[in-house]
């Protein structure tokens, strides 16, 4: 099994930042593509910034410009740099990770998610 623990959510005022992070655990595996997705109260889980191995980056059109996403694959973590921060980024943030098995093959695996809170 690949184990995907978030860390770095809390309480923020609007307009300051936080730092979310992702490391992933396990035996015998590889990570793809890795991705933020947040999940606010009465809405569906989108995404917010995806990165494949190679590096290139996808972002939401409302994060563009103030979310950062990168990856350090020596340690196996993902991490969302979020800056200038509003109220509608509050949501439940989840990591998700397409993991490559030997022997298990290709699935998914996602976080417990890690609560961002924006206050006005």
């Known amino acids: 099994q690949v184990q995907l623990v978030e860390s770095g959510g809390g309480l923020v005022q609007a307009g300051g930042s936080l730092r979310l992070s992702c490391a992933a655990s396990?035996?015998?595996?590889?990570?793809?593509?890795m991705g933020w997705y947040r999940q606010a109260p009465g809405n569906q889980r989108e995404l917010v910034a995806g990165?494949?191995?190679?590096?290139?980056?996808q972002y939401a059109d409302s994060v563009k410009g103030r979310f950062t996403i990168s990856r350090d694959d020596a340690k196996n973590t993902l991490y969302l740099q979020m800056d200038s921060l509003k109220p509608e980024d509050t949501a439940v943030y989840y990591c998700?990770?397409?993991?490559?098995?030997?022997?298990?093959?290709?699935?998914?695996?996602w976080g417990q998610g890690t609560q961002v809170t924006v206050s006005s």
């Open positions: 998700n990770a397409e993991v490559v098995r030997i022997f298990a093959g290709v699935r998914d695996y």
């Open positions: 396990g035996r015998n595996f590889r990570i793809n593509d």
């Open positions: 990165i494949t191995r190679g590096g290139t980056t």
